[in-house]
């Protein structure tokens, strides 16, 4: 009777008491992986995308002077009253200031960015005056002192720290840098990453294909996720499934770059097999992962090098790599902020879902009419359609102990485009 009910519970559910957690999985190659740490000095353009290695400190006030938000005219705010009137003592334009100097009702016109004469204290926007020959009159008299004014310093301090270290360089940075003046950064020396395919039916792109043989795309989006990261990449081709080759290429890998990742040959067919071809080369660990797509995963060092052996299914490949790999790869890289940008939204359609396993599905994330983020699954989720990638832009990460989901059920959504956020 206990035999039956075992039975019948595995048929509903996908719990495996060998299985690694993902948060498990995760933290263990988190725990084992450091930075590379070595740094080089780059010019600003260069640095786009880059990991800045040291703080930076802006050596100078941004705004460098007290300058005006509007285009109006620089007033003392003790003249500021309702329908005075003030003498035009000259003009200041952004990068020609005005020489001399502004007494007590006076006024000096002045455009956006130009700098405040001395005396001035107060923009008055050119809408609320009225200006006759050189009388300016202030029709309004909300102003107050202060009022559309950028002191010096008000962005950033010299001194100052404007950016932190560990931080991925953005395109709003590299204003930033140009604006302190800066016309090189510390950085972190790129990363060397190779990948290889494994498995007798994988041809490569211009071969014919044979009975049962498979062109391999891993190595297509392993490029791209490892390109869009901002790695240097070492592309090692198919190896056959013939342990003296996967020696070979695996042992010539670990020497030419800081992390190896294959694809194939790790689910349990073929476990024993690669297992035994790396233990000569490497350490390396065999898990289970409680996830979907993507149970099996190996990890570990081939010589120097981290190893990272993914299941050979298209889409476990990608969800493996976005998951373990490129957290792992942006800690190398001496980024200090790395986790994916993860958001709710109602489900629009029932999701099925059998407990046991964490599953990324994929999904398309849209702002329904009444603005409310809804998701819907995209097709059919095999592992191996990978055109359930192509046309999703986020995973939907249904939890472990979760079945399925009915439709109007908030969901955690991992958008494709935050995954580097
Ligand atoms: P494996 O993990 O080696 O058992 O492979 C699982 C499935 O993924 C098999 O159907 C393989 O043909 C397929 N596969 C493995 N590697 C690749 C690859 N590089 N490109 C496309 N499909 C692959
Ligand atoms: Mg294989």
Request: glycine residues 12%; proline residues 5%; charged residues 25%.
């Amino acid at each position: 009777m206990n035999e039956g009910t075992a039975r019948e519970s595995s048929c509903l559910d996908d719990y495996d008491p060998q299985a690694l957690s993902t948060e498990e999985a995760l933290a263990r190659i988190l725990e084992s992986t450091v930075a590379v740490g070595v740094v080089e000095r780059v010019t600003v353009r260069a640095a786009l995308g880059r990991i800045l290695a040291t703080d930076v400190r802006s050596g100078i006030d941004v705004p460098a002077h007290t300058n005006s938000a509007m285009d109006g005219y620089a007033v003392r705010s003790d003249d500021l009253g309702p329908g005075k009137t003030l003498r035009l003592a000259g003009t200041s334009l952004a990068g020609r200031p005005h020489a001399g100097g502004m007494g007590p009702g006076e006024c000096v016109r002045i455009m956006t960015g130009a700098v405040m004469p001395a005396g001035a204290d107060t923009v008055v926007p050119q809408e609320f005056t009225r200006r006759e020959d050189d009388l300016v009159q202030i029709v309004d008299g909300r102003f107050a002192h202060g009022d559309n004014v950028r002191a010096a310093g008000e962005d950033i301090a010299a001194g100052q720290v404007a950016l932190d270290a560990g931080r991925r360089i953005q395109p709003a940075d590299l204003g930033l840098l140009a604006s302190l003046g800066v016309v090189e950064v510390a950085v972190y020396r790129r990363l060397r990453v190779a990948f290889l395919s494994t498995g007798d039916e994988l041809r490569s792109l211009g071969e014919t294909l044979g009975p049962g043989d498979v062109y391999d795309s891993n190595r297509y989006t392993l490029y791209g996720m490892l390109v869009a990261l901002g790695v240097d990449v070492v592309d090692m081709g198919v190896v056959r499934d013939v342990p003296e080759d996967l020696r070979e290429a695996f042992a010539k890998a670990g020497e030419c770059a800081d992390v190896v990742i294959s694809s194939g040959g790790v689910s349990v067919g073929e476990a024993d097999f690669v297992k035994e071809t790396l233990g000569a080369v490497g350490r390396i660990q065999f898990w289970r992962v409680a996830m979907k797509p993507g149970r099996p995963l190996a990890y570990g060092r081939i010589g120097p090098a981290v190893f990272f052996g993914l299941p050979g299914n298209p889409v476990s490949v990608m969800v493996t790599f976005y998951q373990f790999v490129q957290p792992a790869l942006r800690r190398m890289m001496g980024e200090t902020h790395w986790l994916p940008l993860s958001v709710r939204a109602v489900s629009a359609t029932r999701l099925k879902k059998r407990p046991g396993r964490v599953e990324y599905q994929r999904g398309v994330l849209e702002r329904a009419p009444d603005g409310t983020l809804m998701v819907r699954r995209t097709g059919a989720q095999g592992s191996g359609i990978l055109r359930s990638m192509s046309d999703g832009n986020c995973f939907i990460v249904l939890p472990m102990d979760s079945g399925d989901v009915e439709p109007g059920t908030p969901v955690d959504v991992q958008p494709f485009h935050g995954l580097l956020g």
